[in-house]
């Protein structure tokens, strides 16, 4: 079974960078396209970005198309989302998801393998 783990996450002050990591563990990223998603106090989970495997394509939220990017690198079985340009409304749990299709997806359901989230706190 597959275990992903996020890492990366924290406070930073409004127009900063993070960059999150996924790395999955028991089963090789290969062939398995990849997600991000988010969820903030009160909301419902969103979709930010994916990733196709081997990783041609990419597919991006609106709100943080051209501030963020996500990349992956299969010999690490590791998964990225570089996050420029922060600001207060992209503070969230964010989440790494796989799913066993090349294709990437912006719905959640069709992601069948999830990390426990790590927090994104964007400060003013």
């Known amino acids: 079974q597959d275990q992903l783990v996020e890492s990366g996450g924290g406070l930073v002050q409004a127009g900063g960078s993070l960059r999150l990591s996924c790395t999955i563990s028991?089963?090789?990223?290969?062939?398995?396209?990849m997600g991000w998603f988010r969820q903030a106090p009160g909301k419902e989970r969103e979709f930010v970005a994916s990733?196709?495997?081997?990783?041609?394509?990419?597919s991006y939220a609106d709100s943080v198309k051209g501030r963020f990017m996500i990349s992956r690198e299969n010999s690490k079985n590791t998964a990225y989302l570089q996050m420029n340009s922060l600001n207060v409304e992209d503070t969230a749990v964010y989440y790494c998801?796989?799913?066993?299709?090349?294709?990437?997806?912006?719905?959640?359901?069709?992601?069948?393998?999830w990390g426990q989230g790590t927090q994104v706190t964007v400060s003013s």
């Open positions: 998801a796989g799913r066993s299709q090349y294709n990437p997806s912006d719905s959640a359901r069709e992601y069948d393998s």
């Open positions: 028991g089963r090789t990223i290969n062939t398995r396209a």
């Open positions: 990733i196709s495997w081997p990783g041609s394509r990419t």
